[in-house]
C-alpha cells in the first residue's frame, strides 16, 4: 500500500528486508553491533563480512563502549542490494514507563536523519523492537509511522520511505495504522 507524503511516497510492504534495493535498509540492531538474531542476523548474513568490519571499526572508533539506544550508524551494504545498512538500537520492552517510545522515536528520526545527511533518496525499515525486545507491536507501529510522517512533513528530500513487515499480521497492523493516521 503506498501514501503520498508532499514528494515522498510511504510504502508498507510485506516481504524480508534483505532483498530491498532502496539505498539503505535498517537493521534493528543491539549495542554491540556485533549481529544477533532475528533482522540483525539476515542482514550479516546476506550482507557478508564487510558489514561486520565497518561495525567493528565503529565500535573502535566512535562507540567504544557500544551505541546507545535510539542511536544509529551507517556502514555500506555489501553484499546485499541496498548500499547501505543504517543500524539502529531500539529499546527493550519494560512496560511503557521507561521511555520507550521516545527511544523508539529516537531510532526513526536518527536513521531518517542520517539518510538525509548522506544525500539517499529511499530507505527501509524493519519494525524495530518488536521482535525479541518485546515491544507491542500495537503500540511500537503508532510511534514508527508517527514519526516518520513529522520527520518528512519538515523534510522532503527523501523519495521513499518503506516499512517492510515479515509477518502477514505485522503487515495488516501497520497498513490500518497507516490508512488512520493518513486520514488524520
Ligand atoms: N525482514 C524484515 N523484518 C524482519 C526480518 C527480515 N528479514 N527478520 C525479522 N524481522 C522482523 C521481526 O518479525 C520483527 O517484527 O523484524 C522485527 C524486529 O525483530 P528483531 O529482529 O527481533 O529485532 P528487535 O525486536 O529490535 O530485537 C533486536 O534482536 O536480533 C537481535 O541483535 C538483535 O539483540 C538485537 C535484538
Redesign the pocket.
Known sequence: MDFQLGSTTLRVVK?????HETDAIVN???A?LM?????????HRRGGPAILRECKEIRRTEWPDGLPTGKAVITGGGTLKARYVIHT??P?WRGGRAGEAELLANCYRNSLALARLKGLKSIAF??????????P?EEAHEVALRTAISFLEREDRLGEVRF????TR?HEIYERGMTCIIKD
Do not use: H, Q
Open positions: 516481504g524480508d528486508i534483505t532483498e534493528a540492531a543491539n554491540t549481529g544477533g538474531g532475528g533482522v540483525d542476523g539476515a542482514i538500537v531500539g527493550i524493519p519494525s524495530i523492537s518488536t521482535g525479541a525486545y518485546g515491544y507491536i517492510v513487515l515479515f509477518s505485522d
